[in-house]
């Protein structure tokens, strides 16, 4: 994967709901799939050795929590 693919998908990922924010109520029926998709974003981060619970700090760092560790 390219650098600007990496961060293209980084991207994209920072805009996605977290897993904990999926369910039936707000999301329909559609829901497992949205979930699904997460992960698969998820699974190409980590194999490109991204660490995909700090992506959104590293794409937006001014609207983003500071991290505790």
Known sequence: M???????????FSYMPQAIEVNKYEYGENYQNILDHIEIVRGVLLEND????????EINPDSSPNSFY
Do not use: Y
């Open 2 to 12: 390219s650098k600007d693919e990496l961060l293209a998908l980084k991207i994209a």
């Open 50 to 57: 991204v660490d995909p619970d700090e992506v959104a700090g």
